[in-house]
């Protein structure tokens, strides 16, 4: 699995777009780039994935660099149910390898 | 919707009992997972199973065992409870053949999670 690199907190003001950035310069070509968020005191939940185009779904998008070392996940209006822990994630074969993520806070 | 479903939300035990932690998933999912998720670690894998009967050890798999005897249910087993093992158990389910041989991209679904605490 690929080793990803993501900040340690971002913050965002409801309504407002947030890019959550996230560095993987180690993934293969055959490695898929996903996102799992986590609401507090909750299970993580599936976001969106993608391998090599941007991709779109009703809860967020997904920029994937040309190169494929880093990507974004877009939330384009932020809400105060957006509040959580981002993860992002490389692998080709089911598993995920969670790290640290980014905790998003959405200020009113 | 995928649901997935862990025996209880808290649970207090001793050290020294055995603990069984129990995950059903109603998607007919062919894997399952079990993390823990302690603070400053994030979430680490301790056991998946790809097939009824399957299983394989994730990262952490050590103080743990499972069992697979039906599809929808995946059980993780503390033989022997210690304190180190307090933590937030999760589990998840996924219908990707990846881990079966091939590449898989399927989400993975997630319980709500039990948190267990070992005196």
């Known amino acids: 699995d690929a080793k990803t690199t993501q900040p340690n907190s971002m913050e965002s003001n409801e309504e407002e777009p947030v890019h959550l950035p996230c560095n993987h310069s180690t993934i293969s070509g055959t490695d898929y780039i996903h996102w799992y968020r986590q609401l507090p005191s909750q299970g993580p939940e599936y976001v969106i994935h993608g391998l090599t185009s941007n991709v779109n779904n009703r809860m967020a998008s997904l920029a994937i660099a040309e190169d494929r070392k880093s990507s974004t996940l877009i939330l384009h209006r932020a809400t105060l149910r957006d509040a959580a822990v981002y993860y992002c994630i490389g692998t080709s074969y089911g598993k995920l390898t969670f790290g640290q993520g980014t905790i998003l806070t959405v200020h009113p | 919707d995928v649901k997935v479903t862990q025996s209880s939300r808290y649970l207090v035990k001793r050290t020294g009992e055995k603990v069984f932690l129990e995950c059903v998933q109603d998607?007919?999912?062919?894997?399952m997972f079990w993390y823990r998720q302690d603070p400053g670690l994030g979430l680490r894998l301790i056991y998946f199973s790809y097939d009824v009967k399957m299983k394989e050890k994730g990262d952490i798999p050590e103080g743990y065992s499972v069992s697979r005897e039906k599809k929808e249910r995946f059980s993780l087993i503390l033989e022997s409870a210690s304190t180190n093992q307090t933590s937030m158990y999760l589990c998840?389910?996924?219908?990707?053949?990846?881990?079966?041989?091939?590449?898989?991209?399927?989400?993975?679904?997630f319980g709500p999670g039990t948190r267990l605490t070992v005196l």
């Open positions: 998607m007919d999912h062919e894997n």
């Open positions: 998840a389910s996924s219908s990707s053949r990846g881990l079966a041989g091939g590449r898989g991209t399927d989400t993975q679904y």
